[in-house]
């Protein structure tokens, strides 16, 4: 098992910039993969970015060139940097954890989000 806790979120101004922090804890050293999604009011949670172990991202096309993630896999946390904030950006934010377990069977884990509002 393996829980998540995302922080950083608040309210910042059209332009801004703002870091969210994902932290795992549990059988983290099975975890093969982290992403941010984003869920607005109304509409369906989107994949924002992903990193895999070995470090290669993926990232929404609305997002490429405005956000950054990255992991430290020594103090197992993830963050999500993210620069030129947008209106449309406004959006509850989750990590979300690629896991594989000894028989290779795969499981998603989810924290419970981190509310991120930008200001026009």
């Known amino acids: 098992q393996v829980q998540l806790v995302e922080s950083g979120g608040g309210l910042v101004q059209a332009g801004g910039s703002l870091r969210l922090s994902c932290v795992a804890s549990?059988?983290?050293?099975?975890?093969?993969?982290i992403g941010w999604y984003r869920q607005a009011p109304g509409m369906q949670r989107d994949l924002v970015a992903s990193?895999?172990?070995?470090?290669?991202?993926n990232y929404a096309d609305s997002v490429k060139g405005r956000f950054t993630i990255s992991r430290d896999n020594a103090k197992n946390s993830a963050y999500l940097q993210m620069s030129s904030v947008k209106p449309e950006d406004t959006a509850v934010y989750y990590c979300n954890a690629d896991y594989r377990d000894s028989w290779g069977s795969r499981s998603i884990f989810w924290g419970r989000g981190t509310q991120v509002t930008v200001s026009s």
């Open positions: 549990g059988f983290t050293a099975n975890i093969v993969g």
């Open positions: 990193i895999t172990n070995d470090g290669r991202t």
